[in-house]
């Protein structure tokens, strides 16, 4: 290794497990691209839009548990970066930011792309650095490195130029990630757990993320529990599958008993979840407990009569052999008999799907779903993408479901897609995307995915409208808008640039086109499926308010001459059709 300052930077993150660093070159970059090019280790991938780059880093980083890295160059670059950071933060990403910085002569002179790295990464960031003298090196990079992985989230190193080329006296390069301790709750605390737990007649169990390499322990003791499973999005692809407790989601993309269950149990365990809608959860009529490895979590959505700080698999093992078995599972089979009838509810628009056009998006991600392979990673965009998904696309052991279900930010799925294909070459990568979500970051970067023969398939809820906000209007009973806009075709787009690209606006093209899209290997596809603007999406427990906010909003429509939309709303939705 030669001795400057960006040598010893990539050599350290290559040695952290670093493989790849998306993001975009620029002249206060130079220096430390350089660095990467002499390192040779870590792969640089160029993308059109930095933000982008983070996204596809943050499933990178996710799915894989390595650390990965991003960069922009001063200013406006590091700014790009922002929006994905955040995400990372708020989904759990070992990120690492490598800023570009003004030269040390200019800083704090209001110089060109000049910011100040510690006022602007502050809500994103769990470590910023910022190296002005070579001889912080070893140790900024060291505690940025550690700081991601062991906590989890982004952090950023800012550096300038004339440091990034000066030599470092301190070339150790050698990084030492230690592994997590196992973390568990007192012998008091699971106690006083078993006894509240052998107390209850009934429990339900509401998993979230935490419960990712424990979904063994969890079903074991839903099942000797008689509990049924509820689960967060982050949780479903963990708890969902092959198990037969499991009775689907509570909040606004919720589905099944879930939301039954967890209002009417006497005790509740939250697992591994920070929840954020408290509205969806019950309140004092159920005894809650928390379990939760990050303290922070206990409490702060609702009010709980227990906390309990450690990992689930540690804590559930050991309650394992503490608990007793519980033998009545009426309470079980009342809410997968809710679970199961609004499975048979929610067949009504796939069954009928190939007969109803504009098609309808339940029937082209069930398709999707009977389609896809064992092992496929699915992303899906904030947006309706997020409830077709939720409903319609299940989990197995090796599938993965991902987005940006914690920050929420739109047009994570794309680049998402891409990461995890870098990171798993050749298998199923499929980005479920809306069309305001791909216009706004996926398009651009298309043509990093034909340049690199990616795999992606990205299918687009193309409804001509950011269908969520319309869908959020209504419920607050106002009259959409802002809502719609006009697409071009975007398998045309696609064709023009380089990517394979499929129309689909018969609902009997459906199946075929998603399998030929599927079955694409040479590099990228668009599946532009013009679906159904008009198809709502109502939790399965409908709150007050929103039964209210849909009637007044629809009442508004029609007093402002919206008939049609109104008409076309309730026709696509009670089964008219
Ligand atoms: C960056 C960003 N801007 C705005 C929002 C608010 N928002 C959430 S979903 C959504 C609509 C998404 O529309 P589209 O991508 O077309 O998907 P659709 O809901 O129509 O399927 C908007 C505007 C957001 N979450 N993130």
């Known amino acids: 290794?030669?001795?400057?300052?960006?040598?010893?930077?990539w050599e350290m993150l290559a040695n952290a497990g670093v493989k790849r660093c998306y993001g975009i070159v620029g002249d206060a970059l130079n220096p430390v691209?350089?660095?990467?090019?002499?390192?040779?280790?870590?792969?640089?991938?160029h993308v059109r839009h930095e933000e982008y780059g983070v996204f596809a880093a943050v499933a990178e980083a996710y799915l894989t548990g390595n650390p990965v890295a991003v960069c922009g160059t001063a200013g406006p670059g590091v700014t790009h970066l922002f929006n994905g950071l955040m995400d990372?933060?708020?989904?759990?990403?070992?990120?690492?930011?490598?800023?570009g910085d003004v030269e040390t002569s200019l800083i704090d002179t209001e110089a060109l792309e000049e910011l100040n790295p510690y006022k602007f990464f502050e809500a994103a960031s769990l470590y910023t650095g910022r190296l002005v003298n070579p001889d912080q090196a070893r140790s900024v990079v060291n505690t940025a490195i550690l700081t991601a992985v062991l906590e989890k989230g982004p952090t950023v190193i800012s550096i300038p130029g004339d440091v990034a080329s000066a030599d470092v006296a301190d070339r150790s390069a050698a990084i030492t990630i230690p592994n997590p301790a196992v973390l568990r709750p007192s012998d008091a605390d699971l106690s006083q757990l078993v006894k509240m737990i052998d107390d209850a007649k009934t429990v339900a169990i509401f998993g979230g993320d935490g419960c990712r390499d424990a979904r063994d322990e969890v079903v074991e003791l839903a099942s000797r529990l008689k509990a049924p499973v509820g689960y967060s999005f982050r949780g479903k692809q963990w708890l969902e599958h092959d198990n037969p407790n499991a009775v689907g989601m509570t909040g606004l993309l919720g589905y099944g008993g879930a939301y039954g269950a967890i209002h009417e149990a006497e005790l509740l365990l939250l697992l591994g979840t920070d929840f954020p809608f408290p509205e969806f959860l019950p309140g004092h009529s159920v005894k809650k407990v928390q379990i939760d490895k990050n303290p922070k979590h206990i409490g702060r959505r609702t009010q709980v009569d227990l906390g309990l700080v450690g990992d689930i698999k540690a804590t559930v093992?050991?309650?394992l052999g503490s608990v007793r078995d519980k033998t009545n599972d009426s309470f079980l089979r009342k809410q997968i008999a809710e679970t199961n009838s609004f499975h048979d509810l929610l067949q009504h628009y796939v069954e009928k799907g190939p007969e109803i056009k504009p098609i309808r998006p339940e029937f082209l991600a069930a398709t999707l779903n009977d389609l896809a392979s064992d092992d496929a990673m699915f992303f899906a965009d904030t947006g309706t993408a997020c409830i077709w998904m939720a409903r319609h696309i299940t989990g197995s052991k090796n599938r993965r479901l991902f987005g940006s279900f914690t920050w929420a930010s739109m047009a994570n799925a794309a680049p998402n897609a891409f990461g995890a294909q870098l990171a798993y070459p050749g298998r199923q990568t499929i980005a479920l995307t809306g069309d305001g979500g791909f216009t706004m970051l996926g398009l651009g970067d298309l043509l990093t995915q034909v340049e690199r023969k990616s795999p992606v398939v990205q299918i687009i809820l193309n409804n001509g409208s950011l269908d969520f906000?319309?869908?959020e209007q209504q419920e607050a009973g106002?009259?959409?808008?802002?809502?719609?806009?006009?697409?071009?075709?975007?398998?045309?787009?696609?064709?023009?640039?380089?990517?394979?690209?499929?129309?689909?606006e018969d609902p009997g093209d459906v199946r075929d086109g998603l399998a030929e899209a599927l079955a694409h290997k040479d590099g990228p596809v668009v599946v532009d499926a013009v679906v159904d603007p008009f198809a709502l999406s109502l939790p399965s427990h409908v709150p007050f308010h929103t039964a209210k906010g849909f009637t007044m909003s629809m009442a508004k429509q029609v007093w402002n001459g919206k008939m049609d939309d109104v008409i076309k709303t309730i026709e696509r939705n009670v089964r008219l059709v």
């Open 317 to 319: 093992a050991a309650l």
């Open 469 to 471: 906000v319309n869908i």
């Open 33 to 45: 691209i350089d660095g990467l090019r002499r390192n040779g280790r870590i792969e640089f991938i």
């Open 1 to 9: 290794m030669s001795g400057k300052v960006a040598d010893l930077l």
């Open 478 to 504: 106002v009259i959409p808008f802002g809502v719609k806009f006009d697409n071009p075709d975007f398998a045309k787009v696609a064709e023009a640039m380089g990517a394979k690209g499929i129309r689909l």
């Open 88 to 99: 990372a933060r708020k989904e759990g990403a070992a990120i690492i930011a490598i800023a």
